[in-house]
């Protein structure tokens, strides 16, 4: 797998991930600052790359057919292997916080937390789940590919309730905090750092004249997003 970094139009430089290995790469994902790139492959292996560093011994290979999650600040991913849905710490892949068990193959992580996996399992229900607590809340979502947040303190779960909804709940009680109906498809939600104040990426029909039409909204107050 060659890995390239780009600056506008051209390329700056590009290093080999693991050279001299066989595998097909079938799916990957970067962590939202660019520090980690997480690879299946065709062989069963995550492979799981420091890119700070971008040299062949920054990575490890962990086993089990898998699609990689990071959480919003990157500390923390989850993997999927053996019927098993586990967390692990960024810098310590091969250590599992916690797994949950009999999970379908099937499942989609939709975000990962502090100790907390949000996932999906084909129908309308979203499933968040503390693995040490033992904490489980299952919530309604009107949409099978709902868009989820969790804190980065592991106190609150967005999660679009419609394709135009956003729902906040609270992880210590699965108590509904607040809701707000918006103008357009909801692409993306990111808790602000240290902050419960929420981000919401959206396609706004109110601005079709507007080229992409995509917006950010911050909900500040949970009554109004301004």
Known sequence: LYLLTVDSSFTRHGAFLHPG???????????????????ATDTGVLKLWALAEIQSDAGISLYGPVRA?????????????DGMLQLCLTD????????????????????????????????SALTVENGLSGKRW??????????????????YVAYSS???SVVL????????????AL?????NLYFLPRSSEIVIIQSDSSLYSIENQII?????DRKSVV
């Open 21 to 39: 290995e066989e595998f097909t790469f079938m799916n990957g994902a970067f962590s939202p600052d660019g520090k980690w790139f997480a690879a």
């Open 69 to 81: 999650v990071f959480s919003q600040n990157d500390d923390y991913f989850s993997r999927y292997s």
């Open 162 to 164: 419609r394709a135009d």
């Open 183 to 187: 103008s357009g498809y909801i692409n």
């Open 169 to 180: 709940c609270s992880l210590q009680n699965g108590q509904t905090v607040a809701g707000k």
């Open 138 to 155: 299952v919530f309604t979502s009107n949409t099978t590919e709902p868009t989820v947040a969790i804190d980065e303190e592991g106190r």
């Open 92 to 123: 310590q892949p091969d250590k599992p916080i916690f797994s949950l068990k009999n999970i379908p193959e099937d499942a989609q992580v939709r975000a990962v937390g502090k100790n907390w996996l949000a996932y999906t399992t084909g129908d």
């Open 216 to 220: 950010a909204k911050i909900w500040k």
